[in-house]
């Protein structure tokens, strides 16, 4: 099971770190993404890692603003988000999938419950 937290209502330009905690299995050999979806849009992939190694990616809309990071020992995924902006606002989602980094929602079946980032202008 994966549980996201962390969301809440910023300013724009400000900072939020969303957390994805995994608990049930041991997620050593499964990659961990980051989702978003905002009201009448498709669920975008935003950034993924390995669990493995320290390789992470990140989607044109979040690159340099964006970073995830994970921590073995706690079995958590960090997304820190900063420089904020309204466009950024939608409900986030971890997700986990066993073997390499997909980037599309389909290839992944392990999801945390989401959680709610919103930025004002």
């Known amino acids: 099971q994966l549980q996201a937290s962390g969301g809440g209502l910023v300013q724009t330009g400000g900072s939020l770190r969303l957390s994805c905690a995994a608990s049930g299995r041991t997620f050593s050999s499964y990659a961990i993404s980051w989702f978003r979806q905002a009201p009448g849009k498709e669920r975008e992939w935003i950034t993924g890692i390995s669990w493995s190694d320290s390789n992470a990616f990140y989607g044109d809309s979040v690159k340099g603003r964006f970073t995830i990071s994970r921590d073995n020992a706690k079995n958590t995924v960090y997304l820190q988000m900063s420089s904020l902006k309204p466009e950024d606002t939608a409900v986030y989602f971890c997700?986990?999938?066993?073997?390499?980094?997909?980037?599309?929602?389909?290839?992944?079946?392990?999801w945390g419950q989401g959680t709610q980032v919103t930025v004002s202008s």
């Open positions: 997700a986990a999938r066993a073997g390499n980094l997909g980037y599309s929602a389909k290839e992944y079946r392990i």
